[in-house]
């Protein structure tokens, strides 16, 4: 089992940065894969990024790319999401997910097995 649990959600500007942390126990991440996810009122839950285990590839949706960056810290057992030059587009709530090792189905939210409780991130005009 593994238990995820985000953090670090809150109002910020246009163009402002955040940093929201994904938690982990129960086990460690580094063969996990670790995807982000989001989900404004009213629509599905789209994918953010994934990175595909510790050391592996990253993957990002178009419409951030350049822009968030994940990232890894082993040592803590927590996986970041840095959102830079955030828009109000990029209001939502924010789910961290994982799976145990890889699958190509990484974009896919029924991929994932484990999910945290969400964050809520708002960007204001």
């Known amino acids: 089992q593994v238990q995820l649990v985000e953090s670090g959600g809150g109002l910020v500007q246009t163009g402002d940065s955040l940093r929201v942390s994904c938690a982990a126990s129960g086990r460690t991440l580094d063969t996990y894969t670790v995807g982000w996810f989001r989900q404004a009122p009213g629509q599905e839950r789209d994918f953010v990024g994934a990175?595909?285990?510790?050391?592996?590839?990253?993957y990002y949706a178009d419409s951030v790319k350049g822009r968030f960056t994940i990232s890894r810290d082993n040592a803590k057992n927590v996986v970041y999401l840095q959102m830079n030059s955030l828009k109000p587009e990029d209001t939502a709530v924010y789910y961290c997910?994982?799976?145990?090792?890889?699958?190509?189905?990484?974009?896919?939210?029924?991929?994932?097995?484990?999910w945290g409780q969400g964050t809520q991130v708002t960007v204001s005009s």
């Open positions: 990175s595909i285990t510790s050391g592996g590839s990253i």
């Open positions: 997910a994982a799976y145990a090792y890889y699958s190509s189905t990484y974009y896919r939210p029924d991929s994932y097995g484990y």
